[in-house]
Nanobody, 116 residues
Framework: QGRIVESGGGLVQPGGSLRLSCAASGMIFDIYDLGWHRQAPGKPRELVAYITRTGSITYADSVKGRFTISRDNANDTGYLQMNRLISDDTARYYC??????????WGQGTQVTVSS
């Protein structure tokens, strides 16, 4: 029953910014952790940022200082603010809403392309 929809991707120049959104429905959103993952062609999927249901946050070393993960439980939505984008950030970005023994939901992804 759970549904995840990402949005906000697009084409941006190096040094630019984007904000990705992750809209959840069909679940009790606030009991789940939320993670952003990305996958570029020919590379494995990697965890970019993670926020638990209690608000604890972790980031991949490659994005520390540039990306910010957040969530708005009142609107069942997660966010990834991406600043100072570089070409290596080019990937499809996926939102994961998960809790062990409760559920594991993925969206369809949104494409981010950083290019001049």
């Amino acid at each position: 029953q759970g549904r995840i929809v990402e949005s906000g991707g697009g084409l941006v120049q190096p040094g630019g910014s984007l904000r990705l959104s992750c809209a959840a429905s069909g679940m009790i959103f606030d009991i789940y952790d939320l993670g952003w993952h990305r996958q570029a062609p020919g590379k494995p999927r990697e965890l970019v940022a993670y926020i638990t249901r209690t608000g604890s946050i972790t980031y991949a070393d490659s994005v520390k200082g540039r990306f910010t993960i957040s969530r708005d439980n009142a609107n069942d939505t997660g966010y990834l603010q991406m600043n100072r984008l570089i070409s290596d950030d080019t990937a499809r970005y996926y939102c994961n809403v998960v809790r062990e023994r409760r559920g594991n939901y993925w969206g369809q992804g949104t494409q981010v392309t950083v290019s001049s």
